[in-house]
């Protein structure tokens, strides 16, 4: 039996209305739930002794269930004579003082100022189907008519889904006759398409009708969502969308996972309540894999502050391995934002309950436990040591934070791109950084997390024998390529670095490569005070530091008469245009006017290593190329778990050496850079970065 319109318009016409009850019959139709799922907004809005008007009532069961507990005094109306007759029959008995009244809502015959409340449940989404003139139009007279009947104070309530066409339309009409608009999700509305007549939420706008006053502009325009029993003021009706826009796409994840839960990736920002910042990400991860048993259907495991963007949390793989070794069918990982203020596991565990279990597997058992993990059972520590603006590279911030073996590591993270660590270097072997010392009796508060540290902590000693970037270690490794690796560390190398940033890897060639002379050039000043400052970096008779736009300095040395030729060449640079396919280097860099300047510095045995950053295939393939023209010896080694790639070019293709021979000038190159009385990672084999070294 069809019951559905053939086009969405029909819903706005009374033939198909009459058609649709003769067909259903005395059964209830409910569009967008029933008393029990609304009557907590109804309370709000509706009291026992008001005269309520419901327009469109259909054969709902509404106005019953509200006559039931107390609303007595209620008007029906409906374009259909045939329900109208229907539901006249059904209650004349039972509810005497309930009328139904067959009537077109947008022409009624009652007085004005007759209701203090009027109720359409689907009404409006039923004839608000598009916005074309002739709809819009029948809206606006609905609308009237409402506002006619309805006494100052009184308020329309209407529950809809909440399309964005109709939010706008509701916000624009009201907000116009100076009424107070307000938007609250119904409770529970979204709980999957197995419980609810629709996967989307359900909404109630609440429209409170004021007098009117001239030439006022005021717009007062209210949301309380599940979460939030006060309402929230926004500013514009596009606000107001927006926030019911994120509500919607939420209860879409949800079904998304409950229909399928091998689904990829899904990831979602919960979002400080006060603030409106984001305040947790998390992470759903599916291992349809794993044997189900008892108690290993769902987890949740907390990133410790600060470690969110390695490889095992920070990657959809690292993620997924994550969950496999942990054993549950779905696992959630949480990662903690800075400037928030966390109480620890408990608290963070009693903050997230009732949200994370929203997104629990399908079929997980009533009353299952479900545990909160992590590493070593804390929230790790994460201290803010300095903020600050730069003109070029906007905001940043210095942060320290405990990783593995209670190390610390020192970090400038540019806020433009808060995920990404800019320059990282660990910290020498004290209990903690100054700033994170506390007395027992503030233990509990120090699991809190993210803290201020005083200024004094920017004389914290650094680690310079220690590598933390992966790409840094691999460009390192590159200068094996010289030739002769056990004359490199008295070698009077000549090494130019593009690009500053904390200053650990000129740091590094500098002190290790002990007659080297490195110069850096960095285009932001403020990078030069932070490397200063924050990282152990200094300058002296071999390290020299020049302020310069990079493009600029090699072409001004490329045209010298006697240009300058330089053992190596490093580009080390991000670029500022987060757009583009390619984060490092900025495409200036790699065109082949300016790589033939490169070139033109190069000493002829000379290498040039370039740190490649690139997502887009076919600007990569055309960044290759151009590379080979220039440097027809092109080797390549791409870092595990990164998007990096570094690149050692070389002039002269008579020079190849194949993966052997690279593997053991890499060993050689490493015990001569572990002298006595310099300290070493260990962690650190130079050789193994180019044993995965590819020829391009």
């Not at 050692?648 to 050496?657: I, R, S, T």
């Amino acid at each position: 039996m069809a019951l559905l319109p053939r086009t969405a318009r029909d819903f706005a016409s009374a033939q198909y209305w009459e058609r649709f009850f003769q067909q259903r019959g005395s059964r209830a139709f409910e569009w967008y739930g029933g008393y029990l799922e609304l009557c907590a907004a109804l309370h709000k809005y509706v009291r026992p002794r008001d005269k309520v008007l419901v327009v469109g009532c259909g054969n709902s069961e509404l106005s019953e269930q509200m006559y039931d507990v107390g609303y007595q005094d209620i008007v029906n109306v409906d374009i259909s004579e045939v329900v109208i007759n229907q539901m006249r029959e059904r209650n004349a008995h039972r509810r005497p003082k309930m009328s139904y009244l067959q009537m077109d809502m947008l022409q009624m015959d009652f007085q004005d100022a007759q209701f203090q409340v009027v109720l359409d449940k689907g009404t409006l989404d039923a004839i608000l189907v598009d916005e074309e003139e002739a709809t819009l139009e029948r809206v606006d007279r609905m609308f009237a008519e409402i506002s006619r009947m309805l006494q100052v104070g009184g308020r329309y309530l209407c529950i809809s889904l909440a399309q964005a066409h109709v939010v706008k339309k509701v916000v624009g009409y009201f907000s116009r006759e100076g009424w107070m608009v307000r938007v609250h999700q119904v409770s529970g509305s979204d709980d999957g398409a197995d419980k609810q007549q629709f996967v989307l939420p359900v909404f109630v706008y609440v429209m409170t009708k004021f007098k009117k006053i001239p030439g006022s502009v005021l717009q007062i325009l209210e949301i309380c969502t599940e979460e939030q029993d006060k309402p929230v003021r926004v500013e514009s009706a596009e606000q107001l969308v927006e926030a019911i826009k994120e509500r919607q796409l939420y209860a879409l994840l949800r079904s998304q996972l409950n229909k399928n839960p091998s689904a990829s990736h899904v990831s979602l920002d919960l979002c400080d309540a006060d603030a409106g910042k984001p305040r947790y990400t998390l992470h759903v991860v599916d291992s349809p894999s794993v044997k189900a048993s008892r108690n290993n259907h769902f987890a949740i495991f907390i990133i410790p502050q600060g470690r969110e963007t390695e490889w095992l949390f920070g990657t959809e793989a690292g993620r997924k391995q994550l969950a496999a070794s942990a054993g549950f069918r779905r696992l959630i990982t949480v990662a903690l934002h800075r400037g928030q203020h966390y109480e620890g596991m408990e608290g963070i565990q009693a903050e997230l309950s009732g949200k994370v279990m929203e997104l629990a597997p399908p079929g997980l058992p009533s009353q299952q436990q479900v545990p909160f993990l992590s590493v070593g059972g804390d929230i790790g520590v994460r201290t803010i040591q300095h903020r600050d603006t730069s003109t070029m590279s906007g905001e940043y911030l210095i942060e320290d934070v405990k990783g593995d073996n209670m190390c610390y590591f020192r970090r400038l993270i540019f806020l433009s791109n808060r995920n990404v660590v800019q320059s990282e270097a660990r910290l020498l072997s004290s209990a903690a950084p100054r700033g994170q010392k506390k007395r027992k009796k503030d233990k509990k508060k120090q699991a809190s997390g993210s803290t201020e540290a005083p200024p004094e902590s920017a004389g914290q000693a650094i680690d310079r024998s220690y590598l933390c970037c992966e790409h840094h270690k691999a460009m390192v490794a590159g200068l094996a390529l010289l030739r002769n690796p056990e004359l490199l560390p008295g070698a009077r190398l000549s090494v130019l670095v593009i690009g500053l940033g904390g200053g650990s890897l000129p740091l590094f060639i500098h002190d290790y490569f002990y007659q080297s002379h490195v110069e850096a050039v960095e285009i932001d000043p403020s990078m030069l005070e932070v490397a200063t400052r924050w990282f152990g970096f200094s300058q002296g008779d071999r390290m020299k530091v020049h302020i310069s736009d990079g493009l600029d300095y090699v072409a001004n040395m490329a045209a010298a008469a006697a240009p300058a030729r330089y053992n190596a060449v490093m580009f080390d640079v991000d670029s500022k245009d987060p757009t583009l396919g390619m984060s490092c280097p900025p495409p200036a860099f790699v065109e082949m006017a300016f790589l033939q300047k490169v070139r033109t510095i190069l000493a002829p045995e000379g290498v040039f290593v370039l740190n490649l950053v690139c997502r887009d295939s076919l600007l990569k393939d055309s960044v290759m190329a151009t590379l080979k023209e220039v440097f027809p010896l092109l080797y390549a080694r791409r870092i595990k778990g990164e998007v990096n790639e570094i690149l050692f070019c070389q002039p002269h293709p008579e020079g190849k050496l194949a993966a052997p021979e690279l593997v053991e000038m890499g060993r050689t190159l490493e015990r001569t850079l572990r002298r006595p009385g310099r300290a070493w990672d260990s962690s650190y084999i130079l050789s193994d970065m180019l044993k995965a070294v590819e020829i391009v």
